[in-house]
């Protein structure tokens, strides 16, 4: 999963990869901004074939956040 969820990150915000980690989150990353949380929030709808509430969506600020969304939904 890290893999695919940095390569969309990087995708969607318009960033290297490898500028990406676990503390990325929307509070120290300039181009995550609400219309990019959005996107990435769809983004990873479709990659993983998942629906998010609207709480995971909110809390779904950061790379450790958005992993542990995803782990509840049983993606490993």
Avoid: Y
């Avoid at 500028?19 to 959005?38: G, I, K, P, R």
């Avoid at 983004?43 to 909110?58: C, H, Y």
């Amino acid at each position: 999963m890290n893999d695919k969820l940095l390569q969309i990150l990087a995708d969607t915000l318009g960033v290297d990869p490898s500028t990406l980690n676990d503390e990325t989150s929307m509070e120290n990353t300039a181009v995550w901004d609400s219309v990019a949380h959005l996107n990435l929030v769809l983004s990873l709808e479709q990659a993983f074939g998942q629906k998010f509430t609207p709480e995971e969506f909110m809390q779904m600020q950061s790379v450790v956040a958005i992993k542990r969304a995803l782990t509840a939904h049983g993606i490993s």
